[in-house]
């Protein structure tokens, strides 16, 4: 039997549109309470056992026994040798990534990442110190998944923000280590990695372990044991975010070619089964072009049977009265990336508040995004682009405020403060304002 994929088609003139819009959208981000049961009970061995833990759950989830931690580190002799035993176009297209990739975070740096102050009139100096993290690790997938990109995306924002060692785990099943994985960190400048994945690496990481050192922070993808054990230790230690399934939105005002759309839902919903793909457009008639290529190009997909069941369960096609309606849609659902496919795509961005990443023009396919634009591909997924943000250098910083009061600046803040002080009831900060005054 062939394989067809049907996404709901609506149209915001529909009667009961809110509705069936809603539940095309709607996604549980709850664990299972035996995932978190399980999670819960790796980590605190993890806690208590350090190396002797993580060797354990090594063995018995990725049939990768070991009889210590150190056996499980991947060299820079070993990095190195996987990126240069990669082919010749492989490498060089690793190193165009990372190239556009640093380029677009030296950028970023420059922008919002370089500390400042300034003097008011009575001569105080007020400020703001920005510095690097310590110490970082990054989660890599592994198994089924190997993903190169994600070690250029979290390791090199690390690198340009100036953290000093950035540790990578990564799980090699039955140790099968993906050479472009590998090869990846070489050219990302990872400084540690080690062979372990799931809830015992991020264990190891958060708490730190006799072989594994403690970081500062966690970034980067990872299953359902993943993302709750960075739930658990968030507090412990900084995360990134917590990552529902991937999401695409097409703006289409009808000028792009209906092939190129198709095929820009395809690249998301070949992710998981889970991975939603919805496309706005005012023209009925395109819409029925688009579903006319997913018909025709689907066969052609060696993930044919995951585009399809993604498609089916949590795609969509909403005939719209406008672009601009289209653009008010969006806002709502706040993406994680947001195609404009349209041949005067800024028209339209000026409209869009919310998403991830935005790209303009029918030649900006969101997979150029994934790999080599420069932007980060780390985005908030599940509508959390409404008040987050892609993982940038700024995510490998904190921030001190710097603060001198000058001996004229206190007569002024002191009475000031001495007066919020005492109605506050906290007569010490009060004194201590009011002793500095002449």
Request: with cysteine; charged share 20%; net charge negative.
């Amino acid at each position: 039997m062939s394989l067809c994929a049907r996404p709901l088609r609506l149209a915001t003139t529909d009667t009961g549109f809110d509705a069936a819009f809603q539940a095309r959208l709607s996604w549980s981000a709850d664990t299972d309470a035996q995932v978190e049961e399980r999670v819960a009970e790796i980590l605190a061995a993890v806690r208590q056992s350090g190396d002797a833990a993580v060797l354990e759950y090594t063995a018995r989830f990725d049939h990768l026994p070991a009889h210590t931690l150190g056996e499980l580190e991947l060299t820079q002799a070993e990095l190195k040798a996987a990126f240069e035993g990669l082919p010749a176009d492989q490498r060089s297209a690793l190193e165009q990534a990372a190239a556009r990739v640093r380029s677009y975070h030296e950028a970023q740096k420059k922008a919002s990442g370089e500390s400042w102050s300034y003097r008011d009139a009575d001569g105080t100096l007020l400020g703001q110190k920005v510095t690097p993290l310590d110490r970082v690790g990054i989660y890599v997938p592994g198994g089924k998944a190997a993903y190169p990109s994600s070690v250029l995306m979290n390791a090199i924002p690390a690198h340009v923000a100036g953290v000093g060692e950035i540790i990578m785990v990564v799980p090699t099943p039955r140790g099968e280590k993906n050479p472009l994985v590998l090869a990846a960190a070489y050219v990302a400048g990872v400084t540690r990695a080690f062979q372990i994945g799931g809830a015992q690496a991020v264990g190891a990481l958060a708490y730190g372990t006799a072989t594994v050192p403690r970081v500062d922070k966690i970034t980067g993808p990872g299953n359902a044991y993943v993302a709750a054990a960075k739930r658990r230790v968030f507090g412990q230690v900084g995360i990134d975010m917590i990552a529902g399934p991937s999401e695409i939105l097409v703006l289409a005002d009808g000028s792009t070619p209906a092939a190129w759309v198709a095929m820009d839902l395809f690249s998301q919903a070949e992710h998981d089964e889970l991975a939603q793909s919805i496309l706005l457009c005012p023209d009925a008639a395109y819409i029925d072009r688009v579903q006319a290529e997913i018909d025709r190009l689907l066969p052609q997909m060696p993930r044919a049977e995951i585009i399809a069941k993604s498609l089916t369960g949590r795609g969509a096609l909403i005939h719209t009265r406008s672009m601009d309606e289209a653009c008010a849609i969006s806002n709502r659902i706040a993406p994680e990336h947001l195609e404009i496919a349209s041949n005067e795509p800024h028209r339209w961005e000026p409209l869009l508040k919310h998403a991830g990443a935005i790209f303009l023009g029918g030649f900006t396919s969101e997979s150029l995004g994934d790999y080599c634009a420069g932007p980060n591909h780390v985005l908030p997924t599940s509508s959390t682009a409404r008040f987050s943000s892609p993982l940038g250098v700024y995510d490998f910083q904190k921030r001190s405020s710097l603060i001198e009061v000058s001996e004229q600046g206190a007569q002024v803040l002191g009475k000031i403060a001495s007066v919020l002080a005492h109605g506050e009831g906290l007569q010490a900060h009060a004194r201590a304002a009011e002793m500095r005054l002449k």
